[in-house]
């Protein structure tokens, strides 16, 4: 280690601080203050606080992984249950919003690969155009023809209709 013989540019601290104590007969209000609201307010509120925190951190609650539960189709609800129809109408709303949105997430990804391929696009893109293809043909056999005022009801009659169709089909190419 070098020896620096300026002393005055590198100046050593003193070895003790003088420490100023005044000495009076009564206690320092602040300190008064601060001791009060430490226990009066801060220690329970904390305490409070802590204990919210460690109930939310056994059971955490994640919104946007938020599943509800599955409730009965509308063909399983008794006669004169009208809550039970109240529910699966609400179920098949969410169902229609769900398949709309896939049916829209799987139309962005082929307009994206159509402008990120160009003119090779009919090559590069034939899965995502044949996924969209049966996608908007599944989506359009459900929920196709009832309009904006679709109704669970009036799905499960195409439905019916529908599966009544097929089976004339079948019988008659059995035949």
């Given at each position: 280690?070098?020896?620096d013989?300026d002393?005055e540019?590198?100046?050593?601290p003193?070895?003790r601080?003088p420490?100023?104590?005044?000495?009076?007969s009564?206690p320092?209000p602040?300190?008064?203050?601060?001791?009060?609201?430490?226990?009066v307010?801060?220690?329970?509120?904390?305490?409070?606080?802590e204990w919210?925190?460690?109930?939310?951190a056994?059971?955490?609650?994640y919104?946007?992984?938020?599943?509800?539960?599955?409730?009965?189709?509308?063909s399983?609800?008794?006669?004169d249950?009208?809550l039970?129809?109240?529910?699966?109408?609400?179920?098949?709303?969410?169902?229609?919003?769900?398949?709309?949105?896939?049916?829209?997430?799987?139309?962005?990804?082929?307009n994206?690969c159509?402008?990120?391929e160009?003119?090779?696009q009919?090559?590069?893109?034939a899965k995502?155009?044949?996924?969209?293809?049966?996608?908007?043909?599944?989506?359009?056999?459900?929920?196709?023809?009832?309009?904006?005022?679709?109704?669970?009801?009036t799905?499960?009659?195409?439905?019916?209709?529908?599966?009544?169709?097929?089976?004339k089909?079948q019988?008659?190419?059995?035949?």
């Amino acid at each position: 280690m070098s020896k620096d013989s300026d002393w005055e540019a590198y100046k050593v601290p003193p070895t003790r601080t003088p420490v100023s104590e005044r000495v009076t007969s009564f206690p320092n209000p602040v300190d008064f203050i601060q001791t009060v609201f430490n226990y009066v307010v801060d220690t329970p509120v904390t305490f409070v606080r802590e204990w919210i925190e460690r109930q939310q951190a056994k059971n955490k609650f994640y919104y946007y992984h938020q599943k509800f539960r599955r409730v009965p189709d509308l063909s399983e609800c008794l006669e004169d249950d009208y809550l039970c129809f109240f529910e699966a109408e609400a179920q098949w709303k969410r169902d229609r919003l769900v398949n709309q949105e896939i049916v829209e997430v799987i139309r962005e990804r082929v307009n994206a690969c159509k402008q990120r391929e160009g003119p090779n696009q009919f090559q590069n893109c034939a899965k995502e155009v044949q996924l969209l293809a049966q996608v908007t043909k599944t989506f359009q056999d459900i929920y196709g023809d009832l309009g904006v005022h679709g109704t669970a009801r009036t799905c499960l009659m195409k439905q019916k209709q529908r599966m009544m169709e097929e089976r004339k089909k079948q019988e008659a190419a059995s035949q």
